[in-house]
């Protein structure tokens, strides 16, 4: 028998989007990491509790969000990032979709405490899942934003049930924070697990910090037998190092390729890399990279997907070739005193 039309209540439409963002405690983290990026932190501290399902915390420095917008917030379709059709056409921030953590707040108990740099105290506010976050109430704080997600998926038992063991939800959360720590060599960043700190790594000020940030997270060895590379051309940048092909790997799983900062999985542009080194790398073998994109906002469309891994180039052919030309030259000839030093 038919039942009658309802709206939803709003908390649960928020849990059903929270579908489509929110798969593990790794995309809390992921969207937690680029609000505090987008808010202009310097430094950012990720604090997880088994495996991110009991809880995880990310304290940043960044600007703070005032009293009077705290509640809009976590609030849905609720941004700071773009306000008309022009800005989502030329989306510079990581974040614009307004919608990360109405959807978190929805599936967790929920905390944020945030600082703006405009005001005296901070302000805090919290909810259990069902989006009554009642008043902001003052605390003390720094300026800057916590975040506090606790018992993620406690009152949708349907995903609950997909997670898996804290030891693989945290290798996911790792393998997430040392992307983004890769993507930001000006920020610090200091990742916990149980009380006990997993990867550490400071703002990259000169060269020597940078060799230094390098070879904690890529291996003393990839900077040894790797590249700099800096290219250019109208309207793209590379930048990065590329291994050589003396440093070839059984797995795809030292390549990282960034778009405007933004962590991107994008098949086509692995590919041009790949046939870069077709000619000097055996069958089966993979090489390991590190490749930044820089390109004009308007020519990146990142609205393609809610968790924004993927990203569509309006001059997608001229991308890739770029890059394939780019990678190939640099691998080809390689000059073997050059040991990853020198400018990205
Ligand atoms: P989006 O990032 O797409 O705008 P979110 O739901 O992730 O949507 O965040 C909503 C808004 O809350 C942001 O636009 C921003 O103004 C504010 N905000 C969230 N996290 C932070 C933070 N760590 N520091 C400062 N402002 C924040
Ligand atoms: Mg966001």
Redesign the pocket.
């Known amino acids: 028998m038919r039942q009658i039309i309802e709206q939803l209540p709003s908390y649960l439409a928020d849990q059903i989007a929270a579908g489509e963002v929110v798969e593990r405690p790794a995309s809390v983290v992921k ?2 990491l ?3 990026l ?2 202009g ?1 310097t430094q950012i501290e990720v604090l997880v509790e088994e495996g991110g399902e009991k809880s995880i915390t990310i304290q ?1 420095n ?4 005032p009293q009077a ?1 705290l509640l809009l ?2 609030s849905r379709h ?4 773009i306000k008309t059709g022009a800005d989502l056409a030329s989306v510079a ?1 990581l ?8 959807s978190i707040s929805s599936v967790s108990r929920f905390e944020i405490v ?1 600082r703006h740099e405009s005001e005296a105290a901070g302000w805090k506010l919290s909810a259990e899942g069902e989006g009554r976050w009642g008043e902001p109430q003052p605390t003390a704080g720094k300026i ?2 916590r ?1 506090t997600v606790s018992d993620l998926f406690f009152n949708t038992p349907a995903r609950k049930k997909f997670l898996r063991t804290a030891k693989t939800e945290f290798s996911q959360i790792d393998q997430l924070v040392k992307r983004v720590m890769l993507s930001r060599p000006e920020v610090g960043f200091k990742l916990v697990h149980n009380h006990k700190v997993v990867r550490q790594v400071f703002a990259v000020t000169d060269e020597a910090s940078l060799q230094k940030r390098l070879s904690q997270l890529m291996g003393a060895s990839f900077v040894q037998q790797s590249l700099a590379i800096a290219f250019e051309t109208q309207d793209i940048k590379l930048s990065g190092w590329v291994g050589l092909p003396t440093f070839n790997r059984s797995q795809t799983d030292m390549q990282y390729i960034f778009v405007n900062g933004r962590i991107v999985r994008d098949r086509l542009l692995s590919y041009a890399v790949k046939q870069a080194y077709a000619d000097v790398m055996y069958h089966g073998r993979h090489p390991a990279y590190l490749i930044f994109i820089e390109m004009p906002h308007d020519l990146v469309d990142v609205n393609v997907h809610p968790a924004k891994y993927e990203v569509r180039f309006a001059n997608g052919r001229w991308v890739y070739d770029f890059l394939r030309r780019s990678v190939r030259e640099a691998v080809a000839k390689p000059v073997v005193s050059e040991t990853g030093t020198g400018a990205p």
Request: net charge negative.
């Open positions: 969207e937690l680029e609000n505090a987008d808010s932190a940043d960044g600007l703070g969000i917008e917030a976590v609720a941004t700071s990032k921030t974040g614009f979709r307004g919608e990360a953590l109405a945030s800057g934003t975040v």
